[in-house]
């Protein structure tokens, strides 16, 4: 059994208000996590994100280098990287479907990104490396594919990851580390029914919907997971992978989703767009030049407190990296803000008005 005791505090419509803890560590929901895949934030210290409760890091690449047992003697995870609130390990399936593998019977032939080398990742594999690592949250190893795959490799999916879950299930050995389980079955709801029933037979801490974002419509993806949704246990936190675009966020909160991890916000502040409460700028615009002021007036962010506009634009011309580390602390910033709106919303029953400041439809 594992420590996780998920609370939820309060409904508006389907959206939901929760807290969970781990570890004596607290996470207030909906959360969003942001992707330090190798241990560190691309071109930013994470220590500088004084608002997030939770990192997510990856098994695939921090098995590869420096390695589960490198890291378990260096203290573990969160020593390693110096973090000590919670950590989120995402298990290699979706590098199963991003990179170019082989699936064979009983795991995932990889191609290791580093040298070329080939080697395979198990379910059991997966799991004994995120115990190594001590990461707060395990997930199961999952199987991938397309969103618009046929039914029937869709059925493989979700037969294959229900087959790995109860292996993950079996193989996990650590009771300071919950575990998730995964959900697939792409945008047929029949599949998504049989996914989400029979994960949750196997009793997990918690549910992810897998296999989203990945070239589905709005609409599509909020029916899918209203629909999903209404299967799961209420008093279990629910995760959808790979989503942190604030349309996306406000869809799925507004669906009783808890937890979000994604790329994007630190991605598009590196392309120079910013977040600036419902709508972006683009700080590589002209008019920016001579522009004195910071990029969100009411923003805390230490960029919004220390730079104007016209020295961001002037780093991201002509030196990139320090302009990353500022413009990437304010979207990460920026996106945790509209997450703890969010939150407060749903505990004053005012999550309408909410999702209309963020949603002009
Ligand atoms: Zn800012």
Same mark, same amino acid.
């Given at each position: ?45 994470? @220590? ?20 589960? @047992? ?39 032939? =990889? ?176 008019? =920016? ?73």
């Amino acid at each position: 059994m594992s420590n996780l005791n998920f609370k939820l505090l309060k409904k508006d419509g389907n959206a939901r208000a929760g807290v969970l803890v781990i570890n004596n560590k607290e996470v207030l929901t909906p959360t969003f996590m942001p992707v330090a895949t190798k241990g560190a934030l691309k071109s930013t210290p994470h @220590e500088l994100l004084d608002k997030t409760s939770v990192l997510l890091a990856n098994t695939y690449h921090l098995y590869l280098r420096p390695g589960a @047992e490198t890291i378990n003697e260096l203290g573990g995870l969160h020593k390693f990287m110096n973090w000590d609130r919670v950590i989120l390990t995402d298990s290699g399936g979706f590098q199963g479907w991003s990179l170019p593998t082989k699936k064979v019977s009983d795991g995932i032939q =990889f191609k290791n990104v580093y040298d070329g080398s080939k080697f395979l990742m198990t379910p059991e594999i997966s799991i004994k490396t995120q115990n190594l690592l001590g990461s707060d949250i395990a997930m199961i190893f999952d199987y991938v594919v397309d969103i618009d795959a046929e039914d029937h490799l869709q059925n493989e999916a979700i037969d294959t990851t229900q087959e790995w879950a109860k292996i993950a299930r079996e193989t996990h050995n650590n009771n300071q580390q919950a575990l998730f389980g995964i959900i697939q079955g792409g945008l047929v709801k029949k599949l998504r029914e049989k996914s989400a029933l029979s994960m949750i037979n196997l009793d997990f801490d918690g549910y992810a919907l897998g296999g989203l974002a990945l070239g589905e419509s709005r609409q599509e993806r909020k029916d899918i997971v209203k629909f999903t949704s209404s299967f799961l246990p209420i008093d279990k936190p629910r995760y959808v992978m790979g989503l942190g675009d604030t349309l996306g966020l406000v869809d799925l909160i507004a669906e009783g989703i808890d937890m979000f991890d994604c790329v994007w916000p630190a991605r598009l502040a590196r392309h120079g767009k910013l977040i600036t409460g419902n709508t972006y700028i683009n700080i590589k615009n002209k008019k =920016f030049s001579s522009d004195s002021e910071p990029i969100y007036k009411s923003c805390p962010c230490f960029t919004c407190k220390n730079y104007s506009k016209g020295f961001l634009k002037h780093l991201l011309n002509n030196e990139k990296t320090s302009a990353w580390l500022y413009l990437t602390i304010h979207n990460l910033i920026q996106t945790e803000i509209m997450l703890d709106e969010a939150r407060q919303s749903i505990l004053e029953s005012d999550f309408e008005n909410f999702k209309k400041r963020y949603i002009n439809e």
